[in-house]
């Protein structure tokens, strides 16, 4: 959200860094849209179900990745590879990382990276006129993982998106095996993330109707294995790390210390990669 595919000071510098950390291995980060300007705007409005299909589409025309691959989403872009994994998964994601992501949806609207950007600015003013309206809900990307704690009803029958990936109306096999499948996903949340709320979602967590946050553990999500989380932390392949800092503030050396040695450089020799924003 408010960045793009190739951006040299963030999603650019974390190909590169991991390109010279893993010997030149092959990296590709998802455009949607025609150009980098597309890409920037496709992450505020559009129609995320019409985006993962497409990211599908392209992943399974890539020569290079038709062995499988390790994904890594950074903020709401990890959401999105997670509807990757569980919707179609062909190519096969190996390992899943994802960064400050709200897999439980936001219990507010997320705050603009940059306070000039007119674009995010105006995502926040079309959500608060009416989150859960068709209009929004076709149109407004944050609106589609928007869950509105005091409003449990209107989320699960009005959200498009987020209900329907958690399994959380009528299940769906499919999610759930193809979860499961995963040799790894690997979640990491951030220390002081205050873009999103609560930062907790990135570990599955949420707010109650008191706004009091209910761990991954206390949810029937997970105890009635839903998604496959319950199937993957028992077999030691769920992991929950902290990101020291605020929201996307990723150092070269935690990248490369606590991602890419422990988690992709033992597939050196064979890695497929894809990271996404």
Same mark, same amino acid.
């Given at each position: 959200m408010g960045d793009d595919c190739c951006n040299p000071d963030s999603m650019g510098r974390v190909s590169d860094l991991i390109r010279d950390r893993l010997d030149g291995a092959f990296v590709y980060s998802v455009q949607v849209g025609n150009s980098v300007d597309d890409d920037h705007k496709a992450g505020f409005f559009g129609r995320i179900d019409? !985006?993962? $299909?497409?990211?599908?589409?392209?992943? #399974? %025309?890539?020569?290079?990745?038709? $062995?499988? /691959?390790?994904?890594?989403? /950074?903020?709401?872009g990890g959401l999105f590879l997670r509807a990757y994994v569980e919707r179609c998964n062909k190519p096969?994601?190996?390992?899943?990382?994802?960064?400050?992501?709200?897999?439980?949806?936001?219990? $507010?609207?997320? @705050?603009?990276? @940059?306070?000039?950007?007119?674009?995010?600015?105006?995502?926040?003013?079309?959500?608060?006129? #009416?989150?859960?309206?068709?209009?929004?809900? @076709?149109r407004i990307?944050?609106? %589609?993982?928007?869950?509105?704690?005091?409003?449990?009803?209107?989320?699960?029958?009005? @959200? !498009?998106f987020l209900p329907n990936l958690n399994n959380e109306n009528d299940e769906n096999d499919k999610y759930k095996q193809n979860l499961s499948s995963l040799d790894k996903f690997v979640m990491i949340r951030f220390s002081e993330d205050v873009m999103i709320k609560p930062g907790y979602t990135a570990w599955f967590w949420l707010h109650d109707k008191d706004r009091q946050l209910v761990p991954? !553990?206390? %949810?029937?999500?997970?105890?009635?294995?839903?998604? #496959?989380?319950?199937?993957l932390n028992d077999h030691g392949r769920l992991e929950f790390l902290v990101c020291p800092g605020q929201h996307m503030q990723i150092s070269d050396d935690?990248? $490369?210390? !606590?991602?890419?040695?422990?988690?992709?450089?033992?597939?050196?020799?064979?890695?497929r990669l894809i990271q996404q924003f």
């Amino acid at each position: 959200m408010g960045d793009d595919c190739c951006n040299p000071d963030s999603m650019g510098r974390v190909s590169d860094l991991i390109r010279d950390r893993l010997d030149g291995a092959f990296v590709y980060s998802v455009q949607v849209g025609n150009s980098v300007d597309d890409d920037h705007k496709a992450g505020f409005f559009g129609r995320i179900d019409q !985006q993962v $299909d497409l990211v599908c589409e392209k992943l #399974g %025309q890539i020569p290079e990745l038709q $062995d499988g /691959f390790n994904a890594i989403g /950074f903020s709401q872009g990890g959401l999105f590879l997670r509807a990757y994994v569980e919707r179609c998964n062909k190519p096969v994601v190996h390992r899943l990382i994802t960064f400050g992501s709200p897999h439980r949806g936001v219990s $507010d609207i997320p @705050n603009c990276m @940059n306070p000039r950007d007119f674009t995010c600015k105006l995502m926040r003013t079309m959500v608060k006129r #009416g989150v859960y309206s068709d209009y929004v809900q @076709n149109r407004i990307i944050q609106a %589609q993982y928007y869950r509105d704690p005091t409003n449990e009803k209107g989320y699960l029958e009005r @959200n !498009q998106f987020l209900p329907n990936l958690n399994n959380e109306n009528d299940e769906n096999d499919k999610y759930k095996q193809n979860l499961s499948s995963l040799d790894k996903f690997v979640m990491i949340r951030f220390s002081e993330d205050v873009m999103i709320k609560p930062g907790y979602t990135a570990w599955f967590w949420l707010h109650d109707k008191d706004r009091q946050l209910v761990p991954l !553990q206390n %949810q029937t999500l997970y105890t009635e294995d839903w998604l #496959g989380l319950k199937y993957l932390n028992d077999h030691g392949r769920l992991e929950f790390l902290v990101c020291p800092g605020q929201h996307m503030q990723i150092s070269d050396d935690y990248l $490369d210390k !606590q991602v890419i040695q422990p988690y992709l450089k033992e597939e050196t020799e064979d890695l497929r990669l894809i990271q996404q924003f």
